[in-house]
Structures are given as structure tokens and as C-alpha cells.
């Protein structure tokens, strides 16, 4: 493998294309644990018929873990939402369904999203009233089993040349409600693309799905908690106006 064509880089992970593969070397902090989970979380939404970069292994290279998947070919929907105003509202609509194709699909063993917002929250060091307050305004959310991303956004959905969706970056993945992965969306659009995008996405969301805008609502204090208490300075800065 070939790690010299980097495509990405995150604060955990940098990302290299070579040839048909796409190679996810890990930084020597990260947690086994963490590694075989996301691969783990990619096998399952493959086995349940989404289109994944199939997996091919988890193998040490150059003294680094790595995550070896198909290369996605194609040009993610937020490279198409910049470069292509005119297909700005077709690139929603399918952004869309695709997400309530995802929540249609349920897999046993998986995290729920309850129950990654509690151990988030009770573990970080926001000031013990606003987690006091958090977790006693979560114990009333709906459980659910419903397949959820966890991080759906236009960065992590490429369309393929044949027009196939395919959906990467499966390492926040749980079980839960709908509403829950909607406000994570809404959240992540609000900040990188903007808030007029973002209720658009959505009205749209709770058009397709069994759903309101105010149940949606209800769940972005817990989600936009939880990527403050892992975030940056300015992670904090955007998601603390939704809970503080």
C-alpha cells in the first residue's frame, strides 16, 4: 500500500488513496477498541444493503493502524453543493431520502444514542449543573432501534459516477430515533453550510419521515452537548449557543 496520496486529514486519522483503496491510518493514540468499532460499524451497514466502501482489512503499516476500504470514486454532495448551484435542490432531496433509507435499517450490538450522550456528557467538564440538567432532561427521550449514522452530512456522501449514494465515515454510528440522527444533521448543516440550508434540510427530513420539526428540535441541546464536551475551542463556541 501506497500512503502518499493523502485525500484527508483529521485530528485522530489522516486518509490516503491508492489506486482502488482507500487507506484510514490511524494516529498511534487512537484505541484499537476504536479502530475494529469503526470497522465493525462499516460491515454492518454493508450487511444491511446500504452502499459502503466495502472493507478489506485492518492491518499495521508503517507503524500505524490502518483501516484498508474501496475507494469511493466520485465527488462528495458538499464539492457538488459548491460547484453545482443548479443541482442544489435535487442534491437535498436525494441527501434525504438516502438518511431515511439509512433509519429504515436496525442491527442488534450496536451503541444507543442515549446512551452515548449520557457517558459523553457525565464523563466531560462542562459545570456539573448544566450536566445535572442534561442528563435529567434525557431520561424522558424515546430508546430506539433504528440504524443511525451519527454523522450525516454532505462531506461523508459521495455520488458515485454510476450515481450511486455512498455513505463513508461510519464511526459514529448507534441505534436510536430518527429525530435523534436529524438534529446531528441539522446541527453539522447549520455549521457548514449555513442555517438557511440547514431548515431546509430540515422540512424536508420531516416531510419524508413520520416526524416533526419540534421532535426533531428537542434533541439538539444533548447532541450539540455532546460535540462540545469532545470539541475544539471553536466546536464549543458553535455548539454551546444550543445548551448553555
Known amino acids: 500500500m ?17 489506486g482502488n483503496l482507500s487507506i484510514k491510518a490511524f494516529r498511534n493514540s487512537v484505541p484499537m ?13 454493508a450487511e444491511v444493503g446500504l452502499d ?6 485492518v492491518v499495521e503499516q508503517d507503524g500505524r493502524w490502518t483501516l484498508v476500504s474501496d475507494y469511493a470514486k466520485g465527488r462528495a454532495l458538499d464539492q457538488l453543493y459548491a460547484q453545482v448551484p443548479t443541482r442544489r435542490s ?32 457525565d464523563g466531560s467538564t462542562l459545570p456539573s449543573s448544566v450536566k445535572l440538567a442534561l442528563l435529567r432532561n434525557l431520561e424522558p427521550m424515546p430508546e430506539g432501534d433504528q440504524l443511525c449514522h451519527g454523522d450525516f452530512t454532505l462531506s461523508n456522501v459521495v455520488e458515485a459516477d454510476d450515481g450511486r449514494l455512498f455513505t463513508l465515515d461510519w464511526s459514529k454510528a448507534c441505534l436510536g430515533v ?6 446531528m444533521t441539522y446541527l453539522l448543516l447549520t455549521r457548514t453550510v449555513g442555517e438557511d440550508f ?6 424536508d427530513y420531516c416531510r419524508k419521515s413520520p416526524t416533526t420539526i419540534y421532535a426533531v428540535n428537542k434533541w439538539v441541546p444533548f447532541l450539540a452537548a455532546m460535540r462540545y464536551a469532545v470539541g475544539n475551542r471553536m466546536d464549543r463556541e458553535f455548539y454551546g449557543r444550543y445548551f448553555l
Open 90 to 121: 435535487g442534491l437535498l432531496d436525494a441527501f434525504v431520502d438516502l438518511q431515511v433509507r439509512i433509519h429504515t435499517k436496525t442491527y442488534c450490538g450496536l451503541p444507543s444514542t442515549k446512551g452515548l450522550i449520557r457517558a459523553t456528557v
Open 33 to 45: 477498541s476504536y479502530i475494529l468499532k469503526e470497522a465493525f460499524f462499516l460491515s454492518v451497514a
Open 178 to 183: 430518527g429525530d435523534d440522527d436529524a438534529a
Open 52 to 57: 459502503v466502501p466495502a472493507l478489506h482489512s
Open 198 to 203: 440547514a431548515r431546509e434540510y430540515l422540512e
Open 2 to 18: 501506497n500512503l502518499d496520496r493523502i485525500i484527508a486529514v483529521r485530528n485522530d486519522k489522516t486518509v490516503y488513496h491508492d
